[in-house]
Structures are given as structure tokens and as C-alpha cells.
């Protein structure tokens, strides 16, 4: 069984900056493209930033030149620097990864849990 799990949220100041970390574990073959989705309620869940296995990322316009996704390939772990961050940035943030398990050698797409990041003026 394949599990991503999510860390980092939490409240933040207008203006300041939280790391995100998204580790996946369990029957893991390969990890191909991660990303970083989020969602506020009434609102449908958007893609943040993405990431694939080579290390080309894409951003949403809204975060470009304050939010940085990177991933550590050998320990299955992707990452969300946000820095200067705003009340619009409040959300439940998630981990997506698009992963071929040990079990079936089936490409899938697993999600996190998801992570609450608030900030607060």
C-alpha cells in the first residue's frame, strides 16, 4: 500500500513564509510527476505547483516568485516553500503524486491527507 503523508501547515503571519514536506511510503516503484494542490471550501481543489522526476516545475500565476516546489528523489519526499504569503493563501493544502507500485506496476495517482495552512493579518 502506497500512503503520502503531508507536514508543515499551520497559522502564519501576512508576509511570512511555511515549508510543506510530503513524504510517500510503502510498495513503491517509481515516483513519476508530484505536486502540491489546495482548496478552500465552496471552491474546487487547484493545482499549486508541479514537479516531475527530472525536476521541471510549473506554478500557478498566483504563487509564481514566492512559492518553491523541489523534490528529494531518494526519499520520496516533496517539497513547498512559501514565502511571502497572503490571506489568499489560506487553504488545505495536498500532496499528489503519480506513483507505480511494487504490487500491480500500475502508474496511479495517491493523494495526502491534506494540511491546513491559515494566514492571519
Known amino acids: 500500500q502506497v500512503q503520502l503523508v503531508e507536514s508543515g501547515g499551520g497559522l502564519v503571519q501576512l508576509g511570512g513564509s511555511l515549508r510543506l514536506s510530503c513524504t510517500a511510503s510503502?510498495?513503491?516503484?517509481?515516483?513519476?510527476?508530484m505536486a502540491w494542490h489546495r482548496q478552500v471550501p465552496g471552491k474546487e481543489r487547484e493545482l499549486v505547483a508541479g514537479i516531475t522526476a527530472g525536476g521541471s516545475t510549473n506554478y500557478v500565476e498566483s504563487v509564481k516568485g514566492r512559492f518553491t516546489i523541489s523534490r528529494d528523489n531518494a526519499k520520496n519526499m516533496v517539497y513547498l516553500q512559501m514565502n511571502s504569503l497572503k490571506s489568499e493563501d489560506t487553504a488545505v493544502y495536498y500532496c499528489?503524486?503519480?506513483?507505480?507500485?511494487?504490487?500491480?506496476?500500475?502508474?496511479?495517482?495517491?493523494w495526502g491527507q491534506g494540511t491546513q495552512v491559515t494566514v492571519s493579518s
Open positions: 510503502g510498495s513503491i516503484f517509481s515516483i513519476w510527476d
Open positions: 499528489n503524486a503519480q506513483i507505480i507500485s511494487q504490487t500491480d506496476r500500475r502508474l496511479r495517482d495517491f
